[in-house]
């Protein structure tokens, strides 16, 4: 599966909901394709597309099945949405969006676990990580990534000093000695 975007409003009175996505091609969903929505953590529930219309900011405004009120569709509103991989080849952007679960290599700290999630705050992008129990928010941005490796699943990183210390509280180097 690939999280390929996000419900971010509703769209009339009828249920409609508007999606953002991350494909190149604009009309790649089509009517019956299936939408998987997690409307909890690592639960995906499927849902039909009854229409799907592109929007002109390349955003569809979509109808789901089973969703038909303004009410059930303000419940999927910041909900991810996923395709199954085979419906997007070759039709997806090099986005980070693709990097979720990727394991993040510092060059000075070495595995810092897996990329949980990201987010776009408009500038740029910027990974999390649960690091030695907190949270940590790490630019996905040109001097600090070094290397993408989709194949292998992982991402080489050289952070800037004291970046980590600030989510841990503490000194990491002078920790380690």
Known sequence: MIRIGKIVAVHGLQGAVIMTHIADKPDWLKKDDVLYIELQKDSRIPFFVQTATEARDGSYIIRLEDIATVEAARKLIGRHVYVASDVLAGMIKDSP?????????????????????????????????????????????????????????FIRVDLPEGLLDVYTGKDIDAAET
Do not use: C, M
């Not at 990974?127 to 928010?137: D, M, T």
């Open 97 to 153: 969006l693709l990097w979720i679960g990727f394991n993040l290599t510092d060059r000075h700290y070495g595995s810092l676990g897996p990329l949980e999630d990201v987010v776009h705050t408009g500038t740029q992008w910027l990974g999390k990580i649960i690091f030695r129990g907190a949270e940590a928010l790490i630019p996905l941005v040109a001097p600090i990534l070094i290397e993408v490796n989709i194949k292998n699943r």
